[in-house]
C-alpha cells in the first residue's frame, strides 16, 4: 500500500542521550597502565621474534593477535615473519599450515598461488582427496583460507565446496553459518575482539600474558573510542538536527560504533569522527526521502544539492534548509582539512558524490511513488548507490591517500564494497522498510522477479555478497612490492572493513543499526560503555 507524505520510520528513539553519553568515564586513562602495556608488548614481542619457533605456532599467535584486537602494536614484527614464510616457502606442510598461511599471507599482502592447494587434490585434480576428510582442524582452515579467493579462482571454489560439505555433516544446514559465523576474512577486528578475548581465555593453549595484554588494551583502546564518542555526540547536539526532525532516527552511538569496524588504526580518531558525522548526515537525509519528504520537496532538495549553491536553498522548507546546511559546513570544514593539509581542493569531487547519492534517493522516491517495482537488476544499478557508500569512501580517499588524480571516478573495489554494504543493509532492514512503506530491496525485487520464497531470496543475496567479496579480494589485494599499485594499503583497508562492518552490524539478518534487540546492541554496550573484566 503506498502510504504518501509524512510516515514514522518504525524505529524506537535513542537508547543513550546527550548527558549518558557525555559521563562516560574508565580508569584506563592513567598512565600505570599505559606502562603495565607498553611492558606487555615487549614480552609480546619476544615471544614473536623468537626464532626458535616453529611455524605453525607463530601463523597461530599472528592469528590469535589479530583476533584479539592487539596486532597493531606488532605490524612491523608481524610482516617480517610473513615476508619470509613467503620467501623460504617453507609453508608446505600438511592441510592445516598451508591454509592458515595462505590465508594470512595473502590478507597481508603476499598474495600465494592457488596451486599450493594441488597437493591436496587428487591425481586427476578435479577435487580435493577423500581421506581428508578426517582432519577436521585442516578442512576449518581450508574453509577460511578459501575466502580470500580472487575471481576465476577455481581450486579455492571447489575447497570451499568440499570443506563446506564436510563440515555441514557436522552441524546441520540451518545453523551451519551461526555455529561457523562469518568466515574471518569477513570479520571486523575491534568489535569482535572482545568475542575473541572470551574464547581464547578458555583455550587449554591460552598464553597468559598474551591474554592480560588483550584484556588490557580492550579497556585502555575503550577510554579513547569514548573521547572520540563524547566528540561526535557534541557535534551531534550542536546541528539541532534532532530537534527540527524528530522523525529521523537518533542513532549517534551507532554511527560511531560503526567507525572502530571500519577504520581500526588506532592513530585515526580524526578519520573515525569524520565517518561518524558522515554517517549520521546520510542517516538523516535518507530518511528525509524514505519517509518524511513530499515528492515536490524532495524534487527542491535533489535541485538544491545540484546545484550545491546558498542561494537555491530559499526555496526549501525550513527542516530542508537545516539539512542542507549542515551537510554544506560538514563538506566545507573537510574540504578546508584538506586544502590546509595537502594544498587541494575536494569541494568538487566530494560535492559530486553526495549529489550522486540524493539523485539515487530521489530514483527510489519516484519509484515509490509511483508504485513501480524495479528488476533486481535495474534496483540493484541504483541502490549500490543509495546506500551511502560513495560519500563515505570519497572523504576517506582524501584522508588516506594524496594522490589527487583519479578523485572523480569510483574504484572497482568500491563499488563491491557499497554493493556488499547495500545487500548486507537489505537483509537486516529491508522486512520493517517494506512494511512501513518504502521502494521494494533486494529481496523483495528477487521474489517480485523470480516467485522465489523469502528464504530463497536470502540465500541467493547471500551467494551476491560471495561474489562481490571475490570481486573486493581481486582489487584489493595486491602483493606488497607491486608499485603500479598507487592506492594507499589504509584505504583499501578501510573499503574491506566497510562491508566487513555492513555484515557485522545486519548479522543474522537483524538490524543492529535502527533496532536494539540485536547481540549487536550487546557488543556495542561491552565494546564502548563496560569494562572488560
Ligand atoms: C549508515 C547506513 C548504512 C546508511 C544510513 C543509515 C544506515 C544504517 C542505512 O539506513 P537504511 O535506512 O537501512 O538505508 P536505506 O535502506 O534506506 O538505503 C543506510
Ligand atoms: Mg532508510
Ligand atoms: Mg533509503
Ligand atoms: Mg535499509
Redesign the pocket.
Known sequence: PIQTGRRSGGYPPALWDFDTIQSLNTEYKGERHMRREEDLIGQVREMLVHEEVDLTPQLELIDDLHKLGISCHFENEILQILKSIYLNQNYKRDLYSTSLAFRLLRQNGFILPQEVFDCFKNEKGTDFKPSLSHDRKGLLQLYEASFLSRQGEETLQLAREFATKILQKEVDERDFETKMGFPSHWRVQMPNARLHIDAYRKRTDMNPVVLELAILDTNIVQAQFQEELKETSRWWESTSLVQELPFV?DRIVE?YL?TTGVIQRREHGYERIMLTKI?AL??TI??VF?IYGTLEELQLFTTTIQRWDLESMKQLPPYMQLCYLALHKFVIEEAYETLKEKGFNSIPYVTKWWVNLVESYMKEATWYYNGYKPSMQEYINN?WI???GLPILSHLFFRFTDSIESMDKYRDMDRASCTI??LA??MG??LV?VERG?VP?AIQCYMNETNASEEEAREYVRRLIEKEWEKMNTETMWDDDDDDFTLSKHYCEVVANLARM?QF?YQDGL?G??MKDSKVNKLLKELLFERYE
Request: proline share 0%.
Open positions: 532516527r554511527c560503526w554517517n546520510v542517516t535518507d530518511e524514505d541502490a543509495s546506500i551511502g554494504l547495500r543493509d537489505d532492514t529491508s522498510e518504502d530491496k555492513a552490524i538490524d543499526f535502527g
